[in-house]
């Protein structure tokens, strides 16, 4: 077909891929008009729809959907327009295309990457969340076995991990090398998503070998981590001791009571006895000031900073079974998989009280279809390899994949027909193209189901309007991870897994975060920890008086320094015992003063911890000049300081739409930072670790780089769809005129 070229311009396209390649919309509508194919692939395999949905040009999108194009046309890696739509967070292209036929959202790539998967990969979860509700399974499985949760945990991505383990994707789920999420997260190094991982239950998988006989321990000595090493060999060890793998998730607060117990014990045994003859009501004041501090301190661990919605990730040790090595065997991956499955059907019913019965039973079912794909595949590969199901004497059992003998039990349990191995290889082959297609019916009917029942599960407890956002595209307005819409100034907090209200920051002191419900313990916390240890000098000076001159009267120094160069730790040694921890309080007592002199100018102010580091765009427009160091006094007079440290103590937040909101329009979501919902990685980078084959090189997990596409562009147009992947609303303007460099090919 000659080219065709737009009038009196002089662009050419051969096909109208190529004229919607370059978002020439006008163009695209005047070659189908005369007569060009609506399916014509470019030199990528990429058709004008592929190119539609991924510009995000709505209408053109509309009008090759309203003329046939086809959304499950794939390109040279296999990816469809279903693909390009999820990556580019199109939610509107996405519902389009997969409105009379849901199993689209399952299309697999070369490598068997469903839109979840590479989702997962690229750290989109808002688009997860909302395939989620149309039933996806968030245990599908690529062609190597390997879960969404194994890819998040392999990239590092800790926020698709804190979602997929609150809808309780499962940590114990092996690829077909054996390897579990956390042996990924060790491999890798991800410090933080393997202590999300061990939090739910894996640390009972620290000793599981995979296929090649490494255990997340060993893969982490292997990388040199060391950090990581002595972690697990603690969890595990706490674990042993006391049934969870650590006391408080961070070093901070046991270094605060570990602080603590120093001063108690420096105080107990040398201050104390020295002047409470003297003295006595000095030493129960500090005694009392400490002992109100560590109550304080207490409460403000354990109070609940002002949770938005319940707990939603939840621990699955029971998931995980009595013996994770027992349960699993490396020839047979996804049949030793599968029974496991069946047997802990009754576990996992109660692995989440929230679920009903027939959601759960509906949960089950489409897992059991993502076992029974993996052993379709593998015998239809092992057909292509060895012409023949049995092969006879050339057949050889690659790899650790499935032995295939699960197959035939399996199809006639599903009456998919029967695989009979003495049938031509080109028969074999359409049985199995059978099954595979009727399987794919199946997990259809099932994931449509399922996500009715997902969704009427979510209406049942009012969440109406979160279902609505998400169904929608308004992810700004959302927490996927708590399923709930955000609040004037509320927060996901990353360590807690949880948004909180009018969050201040997460305090690694007290182990929990502070937020509207916990900011007045907070307080009463660091000014009562700010005068216990600013109490300690006056008895230190009582001490001195007391005890110290005292006894120097009656000692030379001469004794003195010969107490000292023999080390002999005797009772006058005491005073220079005093004097290092009156030395090391200092420090303590500068930061915790500045701590309270940090909460009291917010406190004055309204304002947050975070909202002054982060400078959230509420805060922009509050203080479009924020020069100097105290910019966030800007504009408040003494009345409007007692008005908000009123507000403070009585929790009225009635003022924070007038302080914040003065020019915003209503719909202006304030509460999501543009960092924190960011689709990271360019779209077109495939993300992917290692691709075909790269796993199966020995040892296994080396040489994983990340696969180069051609149309692997880094920056231009995936950066702009990187920076605002929801931009829904804004539509394809927020693209704008493509530069030379959107051009993914670099025309
Ligand atoms: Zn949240
Ligand atoms: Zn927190």
Redesign the pocket.
């Known amino acids: 077909m000659s080219s065709y070229a737009a009038s009196n311009q002089t662009p050419r396209f051969n096909t109208v891929a190529e004229a919607a390649q370059t978002q020439n919309a006008e163009a695209v509508i005047e070659m189908l008009n005369s007569g060009y194919n609506i399916n014509a692939q470019d030199m990528d395999g990429n058709t004008a729809l592929h190119w539609a949905v991924w510009f995000r040009l709505d209408s053109l999108a509309q009008q090759l959907m309203e003329r046939q194009a086809r959304p499950d046309l794939g390109n040279s890696s296999g990816e469809s327009p279903v693909h390009w739509a999820a990556k580019s967070s199109n939610v509107l292209a996405l519902d389009a295309m997969t409105k009379h036929d849901r199993g689209l959202i399952s299309q697999r790539d070369c490598d068997g990457f469903t839109p979840f998967i590479i989702s997962s990969q690229n750290d989109n979860t808002p688009i997860m969340e909302w395939m989620y509700l149309k039933g996806i399974s968030v245990e599908e499985q690529d062609d190597w076995g390997r879960t969404a949760l194994q890819w998040a945990c392999y990239k590092g991505h800790r926020r698709t991990v804190q979602w997929l383990l609150s809808r309780s994707a499962s940590v114990a789920h092996r690829d077909h090398e054996g390897m579990t999420a956390i042996h990924w997260a060790a491999l890798k190094g991800h410090e933080q998503v393997a202590e999300m991982l061990i939090d739910v239950g894996a640390v009972q998988l620290l000793d599981v070998p995979d296929a090649a006989g490494d255990t997340p321990i060993a893969l982490a000595q292997r990388k040199k981590n060391r950090y990581l090493v002595m972690c697990f060999h603690k969890c595990q060890l706490f674990f042993q001791i006391f049934g969870r793998p650590h006391l408080s998730h961070n070093h901070f607060a046991n270094l605060f009571v570990a602080f603590i117990l120093f001063n108690i014990c420096v105080f107990t045994f040398i201050v104390a006895p020295g002047i409470f003859e003297n003295h006595i009501f000095a030493v129960l004041v500090w005694a009392a000031m400490m002992g109100g501090s560590l109550a304080l301190w207490v409460k403000a661990c354990w109070s609940d900073p002002g949770w938005i919605g319940p707990k939603t990730i939840l621990p699955q040790h029971k998931r995980i079974g009595r013996d994770p090595i027992l349960t699993f065997d490396a020839d047979q991956p996804v049949e030793s998989q599968m029974i496991h499955a069946e047997e802990n059907e009754e576990l996992d019913h109660g692995s989440c009280e929230s679920m009903t019965d027939e959601l759960a039973r509906l949960e089950l079912e489409q897992n059991k279809f993502n076992y029974q794909r993996q052993l379709i595949t593998e015998a239809r590969r092992k057909l292509d390899e060895t012409g023949g199901f049995n092969g006879g004497p050339g057949y050889v059992l690659t790899g650790a994949g499935t032995g295939g003998t699960e197959l035939q039990p399996l199809m006639n349990e599903m009456d998919l027909g029967s695989v009979d191995a003495n049938q031509p290889q080109g028969v074999q082959q359409r049985q199995l193209e059978r099954a595979s297609f009727a399987l794919r019916e199946r997990a259809r009917a099932t994931g449509e189901n399922l996500g009715r029942e997902r969704i009427a599960n979510l209406l049942d407890k009012g969440r109406g309007e979160y279902v609505s956002l998400i169904d929608k595209g308004e992810f700004k307005q959302v927490c996927v991870v708590c399923r709930a819409r955000r609040e004037m100034r509320s927060h996901h907090?990353k360590?807690?897994g949880r948004c909180v209200q009018r969050l201040d920051h997460?305090c690694p002191w007290i182990d929990?975060?502070v937020g509207l419900g916990n900011q007045r313990t907070f307080y009463c916390f660091i000014v009562s920890l700010l005068f216990t240890i600013a109490d300690f000098y006056v008895v230190v000076v009582l001490y001195v008086f007391d005890e110290v001159i005292p006894s120097w009267t009656r000692s030379s120094i001469g004794q003195l320094w010969g107490q000292l160069t023999k080390f002999q730790f005797g009772p006058e040694l005491q005073p220079l015992i005093v004097l290092v921890t009156a030395a090391f309080d200092l420090i303590w007592l500068a930061f915790v003063g500045a701590l309270v002199a940090r909460h009291t100018s917010y406190m004055i102010v309204n304002v947050t911890t975070y909202e002054v580091l982060v400078r959230p765009a509420h805060m922009q427009r509050r203080f479009p000049k924020s020069r100097g160091r105290f910019w966030f006094f800007n504009g408040c007079g003494p009345l409007r300081a007692v008005r908000n440290c009123v507000a403070y103590w009585v929790l009225d937040t009635t003022h924070d739409a007038g302080d914040f909101l003065a020019q915003a329009t209503p719909m202006d979501s304030f509460v999501a930072t543009s960092g924190d919902m960011a689709v990271a990685g360019a779209p077109h980078n495939r993300g992917v670790a290692g691709g075909t084959g790269a796993y199966h090189a020995t040892p296994h997990y080396e040489g994983t780089p990340a696969r180069s596409y051609p149309q692997d562009i880094g920056g231009g147009s995936g950066g702009a769809h990187g920076a605002s992947p929801m931009g829904m609303g804004s539509g394809a303007g927020l693209y704008g005129p493509p530069p030379a460099a959107a051009s993914p090919f670099g025309r």
């Open positions: 907090c360590e807690c997460h929990n975060c």
